[in-house]
């Protein structure tokens, strides 16, 4: 395998550096204390960068990166990438978009305890102040308050969560969801914003958009409660900072808890003056935790994206990802892993490509058709091979690919299955997507099996009869390798087939070692 390049432009946790360092085909370089304009002239060397805040992906960059096929954002913001300029050169921009969720979630439920408590001016009252007068500190109590929530995707519904143990009564405004999923969490769901501004504490999780920046200003904070109080952990700008900082003087808003700000750093904002705020600097992502996810996310997807196996929450593809919901993107990961282990698998000229979806994802077919064209398509084009050019591709190479949604008969909620057939035989693959994200291989070839996508695993068919498992086994400990998981499934017809994960890479003197074994039909050898 060719070794992929990956540059580290800004700092990131320990772990994720260990992830590459550990990597056997990857060369990477730490150049995150490397000044910017050196590292304009290095980074042209390289497959992939891993970026944060400090480096700004802009048209300078974009130009010096003449080898860049990917950019990996460690972190949610891409204010400083630009993502047209790098569709333009064909740079995929991903970004970390959940590792910072759980630590992004607990500041905002502290600034929700902290604004009704005003634990912040009660604490240097005594603290700095050295007063010790409780009368000062009246507070309000959570439970029975209502709260209205804008947004509900990964943070707000998890807010959601978190508040409703506070027998706080909850309803939220999100039009991109389906109101199930608020109804299903024992959320109220509106489609009316006034119903949000007239509850008692407000918290807006939405991306930073034309749609969103000012989405409260001083109209909508005329319509609220006198005494309502507002938090904000997502994105600066949401609320309008001079209509905030006139209500919060007025005591129309009680109380604000901000850890965003329009212009960052905030250090001489006029909110800071006012004595019913609490603010933090930009601290969402700011747990151990959390940082040490970002660096091991991004270090990964960068690999992947090193390896074209897939581009992890790609933000610049032929259709808008953003607009899917969230248990969609797991299966097209899924769709283009599943395709790229059937090449593997079936090598040899692509025939047809079918793939079979049920469920709710079936009405994302078109999509997870892309994903699976470009997984199966990568094994022999390699970087040739993209997002936007895999329908074309598969038409000049007369691919005959067709999709079909068929009624939901299996025991999965969603399922796809992909069937690739080459001028040597057919391999059909199918998998489903668990809570969580977990990505799982149900069956081959109609052969129940229950596995991850990812490693090094060999495929090995077989009739089923007594010893094999064994001479599989001798035959990966002669040769030093070993096993990390071994599934078995059995067929209908006397036909049994095993999935080894393997530590150790399988050259082809192994492969034939094993595809001599009595009773073997075929063997083959995929990394994911």
């Known amino acids: 395998m060719q070794t992929k390049k990956i540059i580290v432009c800004d700092a990131i946790h320990q772990s994720g550096l260990e992830i590459l360092k550990s990597c056997p085909s990857i060369e990477f370089i730490d150049a995150s204390k490397i000044a910017k304009d050196k590292l304009l002239e290095m980074v042209g060397e390289y497959d992939v960068a891993i970026t944060r ?18 950019i990996v954002r460690a972190g949610v913001g891409v204010d400083n990438v630009d993502i047209d300029g790098c569709s333009k050169k064909g740079i995929v921009v991903m970004n970390v978009p959940t590792a910072n969720t759980i630590a992004a979630v607990e500041l905002t439920m502290m600034h929700l305890l902290g604004s009704a408590r005003s634990f912040c001016g009660a604490n240097n009252h005594l603290k700095i102040d050295r007063v010790w007068k409780r009368e000062k500190w009246y507070g309000i109590e959570l439970k029975g308050k209502k709260l209205g929530i804008i947004g509900f995707g990964n943070i707000g519904s998890r807010v959601a969560k978190r508040a409703s143990s506070f027998e706080m009564d909850i309803v939220t405004y999100d039009p991109y969801i389906d109101p199930v999923k608020a109804i299903d969490s024992g959320v109220s769901y509106t489609t009316s914003f006034d119903d949000i501004l007239a509850c008692d504490f407000i918290t807006i999780h939405t991306p930073k958009n034309s749609e969103t920046v000012d989405m409260i200003t001083e109209v909508e904070i005329s319509k609220m409660k006198d005494g309502v109080r507002l938090i904000n952990c997502a994105r600066g700008g949401l609320y309008n900072e001079d209509a905030l900082y006139d209500g919060l003087k007025s005591g129309k808003i009680a109380y604000a808890g901000i850890d965003v700000f329009a212009k960052e750093p905030a250090t001489d904002h006029k909110l800071l003056d006012l004595e019913n705020i609490s603010v933090t600097p930009h601290l969402g992502a700011n747990t151990r935790e959390s940082q040490e996810k970002i660096a091991t996310q991004a270090a990964e997807q960068a690999i992947s994206a090193a390896r074209g196996i897939n581009y992890p929450n790609a933000l610049n593809l032929a259709f808008k990802e953003s607009e899917m919901p969230e248990f969609v993107k797991p299966f097209l990961e899924l769709a283009q892993k599943i395709g790229y282990i059937a090449a593997q698998i079936n090598v040899g000229h692509i025939k047809s490509l079918k793939i079979t979806a049920e469920g709710d994802v079936s009405e994302y077919l078109d999509s997870l058709t892309t994903f699976a064209l470009v997984g199966s398509l990568k094994e022999s084009l390699g970087e040739k091979i993209n997002y936007v050019n895999a329908e074309f591709v598969a038409d000049e190479k007369s691919i005959d690919v067709s999709s079909i949604k068929v009624p939901n008969t299996s025991e999965y909620k969603n399922k796809i299955e992909i069937a690739l057939t080459t001028d040597k035989k057919c391999i059909s693959i199918g998998g489903t997507v668990f809570d969580e994200g977990i990505e799982k291989i149900v069956h081959v ?22 010893g094999v498992i064994a001479d599989i086994s001798n035959t990966l400990m002669k040769n030093s390798i070993n096993i990390a998981d071994f599934r078995l499934g059995r067929g209908e017809k006397d036909n049994a087939l095993a999935v080894i994960l393997v530590d150790e890479a399988i050259s082809k003197k192994v492969l034939k070692e094993l595809e001599d074994i009595k009773y073997c039909n075929w063997v083959s050898y995929a990394i994911v």
Do not use: H, Y
């Open 53 to 70: 805040s400090s480096t700004d992906v802009d048209q300078k960059f974009i130009d010096a990166a003449t080898n860049l096929t990917s």
């Open 445 to 466: 070839n109609k052969i129940k099996l229950d596995f991850k996508p990812k490693g090094r695993m060999i495929f090995f068919s077989n009739s089923d009869k007594p």
